[in-house]
C-alpha cells in the first residue's frame, strides 16, 4: 500500500507538471499524514513509515540491481514563519498566493520588554511553504538550496522583497504565576547558598569544584549536572588568557579563563554584584513577560539566544515549565523515483513480497519454536547440550 500510494503522489504531482507545461520531476517530497491512513494505530506513524521506506529501498535494491526509489527518512521541515514587509506584502502575497498564510498579526506579537516599553515585530507574521514554492517555482535549484537562500534573504532579492525568517517560541507555565514564582526564588536562594558557602565569589575554582558544590545543595545529581551545564553555557563569559580580567557580556555573572597551573583546564569565579544584577533582571523579567500561563510569540532569529531563550532553558531544567522553539512545520520526507515504469509494473502485479520482511518473519517463526521446544520438548540433558551448540554457534 505504500507503494501504492508513493505512485499515486508521483503521478499526481506530474500530471500538474505536464498540465503546466513543466518539466517532468523524479524528486518529490511527501507529508507523512498522507500515509495515516494505512496504520491501523496512529502512534508514531513517522517511525513506521522510516522503516517501511527504507525496507522498500533495500529489497528493490537487492532484487533489481540498482536503485529504484531512494528514500531519505530524515525529515524536511518545509514551512517556514517569515515576516514580510509592509507596503509590499500585497504584491508578494498576489505574486505567491498559493503558498502563504497569515498567522499573526503586529498587534497579536507585542510583547512587553521592560515595565514602561512594549516591543512589535515591524511586520505581520505568515507561514510560508517552501516545499510547494520550490516544487512549482524554483525547480531550477535543489531544495537545501532554497532553503539556504531563504535564511540568508537571497531567494528574493531580485523582486527587492523583505521577507525576513522568523522563529516561534512556546513557553508554558506547568503551575500557577504565584507558585511557580515561588519556586524561582527558592531556586535562585540555592545558588546563591552554592556560590556564598563555596567561595565562588571572586575566587576561581574548576568545574569539578563547581559541580561538587552544586551536587551538595541538590538531591537530583541528574539536576546538578544540568544546572551546572546551564550555567556554565548561558550565563557565563570567557576570557582566552590567564590573567585576571574584570571584563563581563551583559546578562552574565561567570567568568571563565584558562588555568595558571595547566592551560588545559578552564577555571571559572562567580562576580556577586553581576549574580544579584541577573537575578534580579530574570525575575523582572518573568513578571513583563507572563500575564497568564502561556507565552507564545515569534521572534527575529537576531533574538535565538536573548533573555528569553536563556529564562526558557534554565527554567525548565526545574521542571516548572515547558518550552518549544518552532522553525518550521509539517514535516515531509524526501523520495526520488529511479524508475517510474518498473514501480508501476511493480503495483500492477499484485504479488510483490518484500525480502527482507520474509527472511525476518522467517527468523521470528524459527526462533518462537526453538524457545517452545526448548521449554516443552527437552529434557534438563538435552536442554545443557542445546545451550553449549548455541553459544559453539553450532546450530
Not at 514580510?84 to 506579537?109: A, C, D, H, L, P
Not at 574548576?206 to 541528574?222: G, P, V, W, Y
Not at 517452545?372 to 527437552?378: A, L, R, S, V, Y
Request: hydrophobic fraction near 40%.
Amino acid at each position: 500500500m505504500v507503494l501504492e500510494k508513493i505512485n499515486q503522489i508521483y503521478t499526481i504531482k506530474n500530471n500538474y507538471r505536464k498540465k503546466n507545461s513543466l518539466k517532468q520531476q523524479q524528486n518529490f517530497l511527501v507529508s507523512i499524514e498522507d500515509f495515516s491512513y494505512i496504520f491501523s494505530d496512529a502512534a508514531n506513524i513517522d517511525n513506521k513509515l522510516k522503516n517501511i521506506l527504507l525496507l522498500l529501498e533495500k529489497d528493490l535494491l537487492k532484487k533489481y540491481k540498482f536503485n529504484v526509489i531512494i528514500a531519505r527518512p530524515k525529515q524536511l521541515f518545509t514551512t517556514a514563519f517569515v515576516s514580510i514587509e509592509n507596503g509590499k506584502e500585497t504584491n508578494f502575497i498576489r505574486e505567491y498566493w498559493r503558498y502563504v498564510g497569515q498567522t499573526s498579526t503586529i498587534e497579536n506579537n507585542k510583547r512587553t520588554d521592560t515595565r514602561w516599553l512594549t516591543v512589535r515585530d515591524v511586520w505581520n507574521i505568515y507561514k510560508l511553504n517552501l516545499w510547494k514554492l520550490w516544487e512549482e517555482k524554483f525547480l531550477d535549484k535543489s531544495f537545501p538550496t532554497l532553503k539556504k537562500e531563504f535564511y540568508e534573504n537571497t531567494l528574493f532579492e531580485w523582486y527587492e522583497w523583505n521577507v525576513i525568517p522568523r522563529y516561534k517560541l512556546s513557553i508554558e507555565l506547568n503551575d500557577e504565576l504565584i507558585s511557580i514564582k515561588e519556586k524561582i526564588y527558592t531556586y535562585f536562594s540555592k545558588i546563591e547558598t552554592i556560590f556564598s558557602n563555596g567561595n565562588f565569589y571572586w575566587r576561581y575554582s574548576t568545574e569539578k569544584e563547581l559541580e561538587k558544590a552544586i551536587n551538595s545543595e541538590f538531591e537530583d545529581q541528574n539536576l546538578a549536572f544540568r544546572i551546572k551545564e546551564v550555567l556554565l553555557k548561558f550565563y557565563c563569559s570567557k576570557n582566552d588568557f590567564w590573567w585576571d580580567s574584570s571584563w563581563l557580556k551583559f546578562d552574565t555573572f561567570i567568568q571563565e579563563r584558562k588555568s595558571k597551573k595547566d592551560w588545559f583546564t578552564k577555571e571559572y569565579r562567580v562576580i556577586d554584584l553581576s549574580f544579584w544584577k541577573v537575578k534580579n533582571a530574570f525575575i523582572k523579567k518573568f513578571d513583563e513577560i507572563f500575564t497568564d500561563k502561556v507565552f507564545k510569540k515569534y521572534l527575529s532569529y537576531a533574538d535565538k539566544w536573548d533573555k528569553y531563550i536563556k529564562m526558557a532553558n534554565l527554567i525548565e531544567l526545574l521542571s516548572l515549565w515547558t518550552y518549544e522553539m518552532e522553525w518550521w512545520e509539517y514535516p515531509q520526507i524526501f523520495i526520488r523515483i529511479n524508475d517510474p515504469y518498473k514501480l508501476n509494473k511493480i503495483i500492477e502485479s499484485w504479488i510483490y513480497s518484500n525480502s527482507l520482511v520474509s527472511d525476518i518473519e522467517r527468523r521470528y517463526k524459527r526462533s518462537n519454536q526453538l524457545i517452545d521446544k526448548f521449554f516443552t520438548q527437552m529434557e534438563n540433558d538435552e536442554r545443557w547440550e542445546f545451550i553449549e551448540n548455541y553459544f559453539l554457534w553450532n546450530i
